[in-house]
Structures are given as C-alpha cells and as structure tokens.
C-alpha cells in the first residue's frame, strides 16, 4: 500500500506507523486516535486498577482495530513489594493531614462521593505486577515503561511479542534501560509535563543519540508545533512524542474548567512539584501547586505516601470540578494549546508543519 506521507522513516516502518509522532494519554479515545491519525497512540495506563486495565486495553483495541496502539506503565523500583491503602494512610504524619484537611476547608470541597485511582490504591510492586499482567495478556504492540526499567519486565514484553520502550531523562538511566534490553529510547527533557528530570530536551536528545548505540531516540519535552518535530530531526531523533498538546482534544473532554486553566496558561505557567506524587512532576500552576508551595506548608511526602495523603482531596476536586484546585500534568508545550480541536486535526497541523519547516530548511541558505 502506497504511503502518503512523506514523514515515514525506519522507526515507522518498524512499529507499522505512518507518522513518527508518538501521543501519550490517560485516554483511550485519545489513543486510538492518534494511531488512526497515523502517528503511534500510547495509552498511559498508570492510573488504572488491575481489575479495569484489562477491559481498558480491550476497549482501546475496539477504537483501534486496524493500527498499533502502545500502553505505558510508571514502575518505579523503590517502593516496597505490597501495600495496603490503610498502611500507607496510617503512616502519613498528623501535620501534613492537618494541611489537606485545610485546603479541603479553605476551597470548601465537599467530600468525594466516587472514587478514583489516587482514592482507591496506592503504587507498589503488587500493583505494577498486576497492571503488567494485563499489559502482556493484551493485543497491544507497544510497551512503554514511563519510570523504572526492570529488566524481567521487559523481557516478559518482548516475550508477549511487545516491542519496547522507555522514557530517559539521563545518559545514564539511558545506558541502564539498554542493559534491562529496551529496544527504543524516548529522552524526555525538563521542558516535558509529568514525571521529569533535570536536562532541558534541547541539550539531552542529542545526549541519548551519541549513546543509544544505534537504536531509535524519540524526543519528548515542550514539543508543541511542527518545528519542533523537525528540530528533533535535526538533533538525532526519529520521532517525537508529546503529551500535553492532547489534553485539549475534543476526544480527551477534560472538565471544562481545567481546559480553560490549560488553555489560559503559558509556558512560565507550568512548575514541578513533588506535590502531585512525590516525585518531581510538571503540572499547570493551580491553587494546589500555591498551596504547598506557601511559606509554612509541609513538605511533600515521598511516592506512595504523597498520594495517599492528597488522593481524598484529589477525588472530591475531580467530582465536584472545584475550579480554583484543577491541575494536570502539563509540559511548557502547553504554550500551543490554544482550542479545543479534535486529535485528527491536531495531527495534520503537525504533519504539515513539519513538512513546511523541513522544506523552510532544504532551502536554507536563501
Ligand atoms: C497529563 C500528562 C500525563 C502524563 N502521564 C505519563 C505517564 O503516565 N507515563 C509516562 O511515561 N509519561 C507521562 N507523561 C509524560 C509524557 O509521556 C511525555 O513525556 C511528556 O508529556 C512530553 O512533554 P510535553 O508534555 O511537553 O509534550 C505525562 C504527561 C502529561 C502531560
């Protein structure tokens, strides 16, 4: 079959694509969109029960039956094999439950009447290896492993037949993803919302290409137009993956008023906190990054204490769409991220402005 665009490279054709542009969402709409756009859909599976996952990964195949689809896991190495909710909870210190009950008073939150992931469990090495086992039992062609690299992990999805790969923000958690056997690395710069580290993207994907050893590098991190997926390119990448530019596609249908929050914001308008879980994190400034952020607030608890301290709160703001509380994960891409638009259209905006700037390039002196 004859192939339209003009963006199909070696790492397309490997993983079935048309497009090198890698999508990540707590969608499965989403997903499934983006793949049948042409690009690779990745859904970030991280904040789903075992006991949904599979029914989820199902229902992403529905959406997308005809092109590969990806699922990303967080598995983070340092928490312990098993945790309860209730063990977790009780370890948390009385200030810091203290300061989210204030907020729950000062926002006057109504308490949650639904749960959601941060209500209802906490990470631990039980859960990522139920999450996983639904990963590898599925259809899915793609497995990304957005934090840790455990060596038998991806061995057991390379034996499900899953190509692999894992998200790096250092040289050197690149050179320990190659020697768990990763096939595919995505350096994700500071710039990136989510979980992120240190390097800015322009200074670390030509990092991971001069060490990759020969192996595919996606470039991820404030990548928001197509002249930023040429300037991938240019810089060693094959590809480019972005996260934030879908949390304003019609198919994602936020809360209303967290799309208007996103939209609203610029790129100075994004901070990394531990507050979200533990962890460094990007996420669009909101009263809740203000809060523990205020002279006297407690510091954030590490990964999974963090979570089970603000999950109740995090619950009820999601229910009940307390405004001034929304947040999400957002990179300094969220700069582009200026409508509401359906994923089709996002992705022929890319497209084309990445076939303008490489053209804009070839020409280059004029
Ligand atoms: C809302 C949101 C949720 C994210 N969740 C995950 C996740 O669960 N797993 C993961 O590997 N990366 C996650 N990321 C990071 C993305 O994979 C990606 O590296 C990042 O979004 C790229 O930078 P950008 O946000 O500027 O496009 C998330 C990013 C965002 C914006």
Redesign the pocket.
């Known amino acids: 079959m004859s192939n339209p665009h003009t963006l199909t490279n070696a790492l397309c054709r490997r993983l079935g694509i048309q497009v090198p542009i890698f999508g990540?969402?707590?969608s499965i709409e989403v997903a499934a969109a983006i793949s049948r756009a042409g690009g690779l859909g990745?859904y970030?599976?991280?904040?789903d029960g075992p006991n949904e996952l599979a029914a989820k990964l199902r229902a992403l195949r529905r959406l997308c039956p005809n092109h590969p689809v990806a699922v990303?896991?967080?598995l983070p190495t340092s928490l312990p094999g098993s945790n309860t909710r209730a063990s977790v909870a009780a370890a948390v210190p009385p200030e810091h439950q203290k300061f989210v009950q204030g907020l729950f008073k000062r926002f006057g939150v109504p308490p949650a009447t639904q749960g959601n992931f941060f209500s209802q469990y906490v990470r631990s090495q039980d859960l990522f290896e139920e999450q996983l086992e639904a990963v590898v039992q599925s259809d899915v062609q793609v497995f990304?492993?957005?934090?840790g690299t455990p060596p038998a992990v991806l061995a057991r999805a390379k034996a499900a037949g899953q190509h692999t790969i894992a998200?790096v923000g250092t040289p050197r958690h690149a050179e320990k993803a190659m020697a768990a056997g990763v096939d595919i690395l995505?350096a994700?710069?500071y710039?990136?919302?989510?979980?992120?580290g240190q390097i800015g993207?322009f200074s670390l994907v030509p990092q991971i290409v001069a060490c990759a050893g020969g192996r595919p590098v996606i470039a991820?991190?404030?990548?928001?137009a197509g002249a930023q997926v040429a300037a991938s390119f240019a810089l060693g990448a094959q590809g480019a993956?972005?996260?934030?530019?879908?949390?304003g596609t019609r198919e994602h249908a936020l809360p209303p008023a967290l799309v208007a929050k996103l939209m609203a914001a610029g790129s100075e308008d994004t901070v990394i906190t531990r507050a979200h879980s533990g962890k460094p994190c990007?996420v669009v400034r909101s009263a809740f990054s203000d809060a523990w952020a205020e002279t006297g607030a407690p510091e954030p608890l590490d990964m999974p204490y963090q979570q089970a301290l603000i999950g109740e709160l995090l619950a009820a703001v999601e229910q009940h769409e307390v405004a001034p509380l929304l947040y999400?994960?957002?990179?300094?891409?969220?700069a582009w991220l200026t409508k509401i638009e359906p994923v089709a259209e996002v992705m022929a905006r890319l497209v084309a402005q990445t076939e303008a700037t490489l053209a804009s390039m070839r020409a280059f002196p004029n």
């Open positions: 990540l969402a707590h990745v970030a599976a991280a904040r990303d896991l967080l990304a492993a957005g934090v998200l995505v994700q710069g710039d990136a919302g989510g979980h992120t993207t991820a991190g404030g990548i928001g993956w972005l996260g934030t530019l879908w949390l990007r999400e994960a957002a990179g300094q891409s969220i």
